[in-house]
Nanobody, 126 residues
């Protein structure tokens, strides 16, 4: 049974930073991609950044390029999302998800993801 557990959310002021962690238990083939998704209040869930477990190739959504960095630690079975220069529009629930696909496909078609975490709240406000 694969489980994804997010942590690291919280409240920060604009310009602040947070690092989210997605810890994976169970077994995922190297062919899987893991990604982070954001759902703002009243809006759809959208892909933010996704990474391939095999080679570390990544996809980054345009609005977070240069601010968010996704990475993986195979030894810890964890995928991270470092978020810098946070803005109010980054507020939302952040979910981790995984599927047997490539990063761009996972991030742009989140409805196809087979495994989801429970989400962690990120609030950016002054």
């Amino acid at each position: 049974q694969v489980q994804l557990v997010e942590s690291g959310g919280g409240s920060v002021q604009p310009g602040g930073s947070l690092r989210l962690s997605c810890t994976i238990s169970g077994f995922l083939l190297d062919y899987y991609a893991v990604g982070w998704f954001r759902q703002a209040p009243g809006k759809e869930r959208n892909g933010v950044s996704c990474i391939a477990l095999s080679d570390g190739s990544i996809y980054v959504e345009e609005s977070v390029k240069g601010r968010f960095t996704i990475s993986r630690d195979a030894a810890k079975n964890t995928v991270y999302l470092q978020m810098n220069s946070l803005q109010p529009q980054d507020t939302g629930v952040y979910y981790c998800a995984a599927d047997l696909t490539i990063p761009q496909a996972l991030c742009t078609m989140p409805g196809g993801a087979g495994y989801w975490g429970q989400g962690t709240q990120v609030t950016v406000s002054s």
